[in-house]
């Protein structure tokens, strides 16, 4: 697998070849996606909710998401990985910003981070880009800051919330973001944003018009059983078949039948 750069994707979106990013949050995962073809690795905050249990993101600590993050490049060491930086751990300073986030240049050897916000995080993107900090954008729906939102609703919807999600990405472009993410915008706004801008946009729950999409390990092969997102299209439904294969096993072992001479010594 060839080694990927913040260039390369700049150059997909000139060329009209569309990114694939797919969030991963251990060595095996990282290592399947990567085989698969998936050029871009988000160790995302999500693992608090589809990995830890919580019923949202925001209690997942820096250490915590450094940890994952060094299991996702064990297990493909020659993705591109994008790293979220959890909530609290930009919002206090621009120093303690640039500390984190180096962190997991530094120590998971990540090759970027994602920060969500519009335009008033353009100042702590570019002085992350000024550090040598290649940074995702990430715009539109905002899980880290829904207790404030009221939910998770789609954003863009009025004329007014429209023509701030486009200065949003305008702001986040100039500051220096390689990339920007779109979540739960209505397509034809997210298109008319990705056409604007000269990085790429990566959508979920944004449309076929952005230059790329990104999804949830979970959702993607069915292990997450409590709901599937709209935007989401599960390809396998590996829960089930996991828990088949458990019942099976309790079954066996209940019965008897497990181990049989062949397991045993």
């Known amino acids: 697998m060839k080694k ?3 260039s390369h994707f ?3 979106k000139e060329e009209g070849e569309k990114i694939v990013m797919l969030t991963t949050y ?3 995962a990282a290592a399947l996606a990567a085989a698969a073809g998936v050029e871009l690795l988000l160790v995302g905050d999500s693992l608090a ?3 830890l249990g919580h019923p949202n993101t925001l209690p997942l600590t820096l250490e915590e998401s450094l940890c994952f993050a060094k299991a996702v490049r064990r297990g493909a060491p020659d993705a591109f990985v994008v790293a979220d930086l959890p909530f609290l751990t930009f919002q206090i300073s621009p120093e ?3 500390r ?3 962190r997991f240049l530094q120590e998971a050897l990540s090759d970027a981070v994602k920060l969500e916000g519009g335009a008033e995080t353009a100042p702590l993107v570019a002085r992350l880009v000024d550090s040598g900090i290649p940074v995702m954008a990430h715009a539109g729906l905002l899980p880290q800051r829904i207790l404030t939102a009221g939910g998770y609703r789609v954003q863009g919807r009025s004329p007014e919330a429209a023509e701030r999600l486009r ?3 305008r702001a986040l472009e100039e500051a220096g973001a390689f990339a920007l993410v779109l979540e739960c915008v209505p397509a034809e706004l997210a298109a008319d944003i990705s056409r604007s801008l000269t990085i790429p946009t990566i959508g979920i729950g944004a449309g076929p018009g952005c230059d790329g999409q990104v999804q949830v390990w979970h959702d993607v092969l069915g292990l997450f059983q409590q709901f599937t997102p709209k935007h989401a299209r599960r390809y396998a439904e590996l829960g089930k078949l996991t828990e088949q294969a458990l019942a099976a096993y309790v079954a066996d072992v209940k019965h008897g039948t497990f181990p049989g001479p062949e397991n045993s010594f």
């Open 4 to 6: 990927w750069t913040v």
């Open 49 to 51: 909710m589809t990995v």
């Open 26 to 28: 251990d060595a095996p």
């Open 10 to 12: 700049r150059k997909m």
């Open 100 to 102: 984190n986030a180096g």
């Open 167 to 169: 200065a949003d990405a």
């Open 96 to 98: 303690e910003t640039v």
